[in-house]
């Protein structure tokens, strides 16, 4: 019992000191990531962080302009569920390949039950906003496993180590939800007295860390030296806390991954994080411009006259006439500021240094650039922001990567291991391999029975299993189930490559890029007729990242037509000539 009262002082310790732990990065600079987190969630909403009112009562304007840069980021660095690709590690083993097409098929099905492209969506933005991302793996009631994104909001990491520090997460039960955990979690019954009255949702933590034995209610030594990796489950109850669970672990059932690294902590940093100091001078300058414009609105005249001296916007009428002593005069004071437009000026400079830090220029937003702008301008610039985001892109391929080479595939593999039928759409190229790949293991199982039970292999028993087969499957379509037997991924090894594919990213470079082979073909069109210019030709292609085969522009030597002087074949005869070769148009 000490050590669980122990256990509960040490968990309230963690998360009362969460708000103001302050970590230093270098001397005289430190970084607090409640504070952080927090001011991120503010600036997304166009909220102050001390209120909207300023001294006078007014409301102040917010200039937001980070939240279309995080959309921005995200939609350039999103994954979706067709980039994942399974292959096997040795795809000259037709067995193999045809296990790896197959489990590629497993997993895309699953994903799409699961609903893997929606876990993928929130992981990209949450990667942007906040700087970071922690993602869990947690089997539900069914044993079927689930991703989530963790909500920032409601996580305590240590900023400094986030998977070798105490990971909490704060969940809100209501009575009835808890109720249900009474045949799994101990004390429930006294939680739920204790909050009834409350009247008010159960605060739950869900604990996963490294404890040591001193703290662990389970360990039966008591040395403070001795660590084990457990998951614990608290209730808190006004100042009462109760220990629900707790289990040893064998792994963390967590990763995170950060937008961009900052030496000193471990959590990332985000748009809106770099972002901060443009924000806090752009909403400055909107509030004095703003201040500005209502002192310049107002209408105030000055006069020597003793006959006037009412408010001439509720006591004149349009048309009145003032009829003034000798000498007197009725004249308007301009309150305009002079510095009035350099506020305007000031928004936009800082809205540039956004834009250089975040790589949010124009041209990947898809903002009309200034007038005059040259289009190699805009396409370096494109480009610029684009490398940044292929990076972070190609990251979070990584990450994904790690996610089913650890999680996901051990689970499929495990679960598809029973008998059952696999209904899927395949190509042509899929279906010859997995046909192949089918028809070899039913003859290698043949022979392996024959070999038991000391039979003679029959050669003509085999080439039967083979075309029997063949007869099964020849008029199937494309659309197939396919019977996948008891263990047939044991012992299958296998990696995952992500394929990081954007058509959009370039799409200003892979245009110029083809308007110049465009130009190149239509001044000589018979350059592609000669072997050697030809491939020349294709190598050019192929490094321009223009998505068209190289091999499409080099001929085939059995229906190479003659040879025609340079220059004189026309357009209408090289689409023909490409038609007839069986080359179609290359799309973009």
């Known amino acids: 019992m000490d050590k669980e009262k122990k256990l509960l002082a040490e968990v309230q310790g963690i998360v009362g000191g969460y708000p103001s732990l302050e970590i230093e990065i270098t001397k005289g600079l430190s970084f607090n990531l409640y504070e952080t987190l927090r001011t991120i969630t503010f600036y997304s909403n166009s909220k102050y962080l001390g209120g909207q009112k300023d001294e006078l009562g007014r409301d102040k304007p917010f200039n937001n302009i980070n939240t279309f840069r995080v959309n921005v980021a995200y939609r350039a660095t ?3 569920l067709k980039d994942i690709n399974i292959v096997a590690d040795d795809i000259t083993d037709t067995e193999n390949q045809t296990k790896s097409m197959i489990l590629s098929k497993e997993a895309y099905k699953w994903g799409k039950e699961n609903n893997l492209s929606n876990f993928l969506n929130e992981m990209g933005y949450t990667r942007a906003k906040y700087g970071d991302v922690l993602v869990k793996k947690f089997t539900n009631e069914e044993k079927d496993l689930e991703l989530q994104v963790c909500a920032w909001k409601n996580t305590t990491v240590d900023p400094v180590d986030i998977l070798n520090g105490v990971i909490v997460e704060t969940h809100y039960f209501k009575a009835h939800q808890l109720a249900d955990k009474m045949d799994i979690w101990d004390n429930v ?3 739920l007295e204790k909050s009834a009255k409350t009247k008010k949702d159960i605060e739950v933590l ?3 860390g490294y404890f040591p034995e001193s703290l662990d209610p389970d360990a039966k030594g008591n040395d403070k030296y001795t660590y084990n990796l457990k998951k614990f489950i608290v209730a808190m109850v006004g100042e009462d806390k109760f220990l629900l669970y707790s289990e040893d672990l064998d792994e963390l059932p967590y990763r995170h991954l950060s937008w961009r690294k900052e030496e000193g902590r471990d959590f990332g940093v985000g748009i809106i994080e770099d972002g901060f100091e443009a924000q806090v001078w752009t909403n400055d300058a909107t509030i004095s411009e703003k201040n500005a414009m209502e002192l310049a609105g107002k209408v105030i005249l000055k006069t020597n006259s003793k006959k006037v001296g009412a408010n001439i916007l509720t006591d004149a009428d349009n048309g009145k006439i003032f009829e003034l002593e000798d000498g007197k005069d009725i004249t308007p004071i301009n309150l305009m500021p002079t510095a009035l437009p350099k506020y305007a000026e000031l928004i936009e400079r800082w809205d540039n240094q956004f834009e250089r830090v975040s790589s949010t220029f124009n041209a990947i937003t898809g903002e009309q650039m200034p007038s005059g702008t040259p289009y190699r301008q805009t396409a370096i610039l494109n480009n610029e922001a684009g ?23 051990p689970y499929l593999i495990k679960k598809l291991n029973k008998e059952h039928i696999l209904t899927a759409e395949w190509s042509n190229e899929e279906l010859q391999i997995i046909d192949d790949g089918f028809k070899n293991y039913k003859v290698a199982r043949k022979v392996i029975a024959d070999v038991i039970n000391d039979l003679d292999v029959n050669e003509d028993a085999i080439a039967q299993i083979g075309q029997q087969y063949d007869n099964e499957v020849k008029n199937l379509k494309n659309i197939r189930s396919i019977p996948i037997p008891k263990d047939y991924f044991k012992d299958f090894d296998c990696h995952v490559s992500v394929i990081v594919t954007n058509e959009m990213r370039n799409k200003s470079a892979i245009l110029e890029s083809l308007a ?14 000669d072997p050697i210019l030809s491939k020349v030709f294709g190598a050019i292609v192929e490094i321009s990242g223009v998505p068209i085969s190289p091999s499409a522009f ?4 059995t229906q ?18 490409m038609q007839n070769n069986g080359q179609a148009q290359p799309t973009v």
């Open 387 to 409: 490398s940044l985001f292929d990076q972070r892109r190609e990251e979070a391929g990584i990450f994904i990567s790690e996610i089913y080479m650890d999680w996901i595939l």
């Open 189 to 191: 019954e006294d939680v």
């Open 516 to 529: 110049n082979i465009l130009a190149q073909v239509g001044a000589n069109p018979a350059m592609l007729q």
């Open 554 to 557: 080099i001929p085939k030597a």
């Open 206 to 208: 869900e604990i996963h």
């Open 78 to 80: 999103d994954l979706d």
């Open 560 to 577: 190479q037509p003659q040879q025609q002087p340079q220059g004189q074949q026309n357009p209408q005869e090289l689409a023909k000539l």
